[in-house]
């Protein structure tokens, strides 16, 4: 008689099919419709979401910094505020989202490899533990000695009123 059982906690199966989670794996693809809206909606992110696209919008709003310029402070205020801030920032705010989205990609990637292997190394933890069990069972039976050890019950329900807090 073994003096442990184990039993695999289903996620432990489910987890070889998965893979990690990505951003892009998070938006809707249903239907057509929803595939065409997302599609649209990751080009014109990717475009707008670039330092490029900041560049552009830069140089565009030099266009208008002459008028303002003539039209005396309080309108280089207003510029500045409603129109360069605005279409800058805006581009250059996404790049940093990107970067910030690749990074969590990149650390929830390395979490996931890390899980796994932590739960490939408990495996092989288990086949040990397996392993002395039998020697110890044996042992034990040459000793004269009860194999199975004795489950405090006061004890094993104290534990499970922990676990759940």
Not at 58 to 74: E, H, K, T, Y
Request: charged fraction near 15%; glycine fraction near 4%; proline fraction near 4%.
């Amino acid at each position: 008689m073994a003096i442990y059982q184990y039993i695999r906690h289903p996620r432990i199966a489910s987890r070889h099919a998965d893979r990690p989670v990505k951003v892009l794996d998070l938006l809707p693809r249903g239907t057509a419709i929803n595939r065409f809206n997302t599609n649209v909606a990751i080009v014109v992110t990717r475009a707008v979401g670039s330092m490029w696209c900041a560049y552009v919008f830069a140089l565009f709003d030099l266009i208008s910094l002459p008028d303002a310029v003539r039209n005396g402070p309080s309108a280089i205020v207003t510029w500045v505020a409603q129109t360069f801030l605005q279409l800058v920032l805006l581009s250059v705010i996404m790049v940093g989202q990107n970067v910030q989205a690749a990074a969590a990609d990149k650390r929830a990637e390395a979490t996931f490899h890390d899980a796994s292997a932590t739960l490939h190394e408990v495996a092989h933890v288990q086949g040990h533990l397996a392993a002395q069990d039998v020697l110890l069972s044996r042992i034990a039976e040459k000793i004269g000695l009860d194999p199975v050890p004795l489950v405090d019950v006061a004890a094993e329900t104290a534990l499970d009123g922990q676990a759940d807090c």
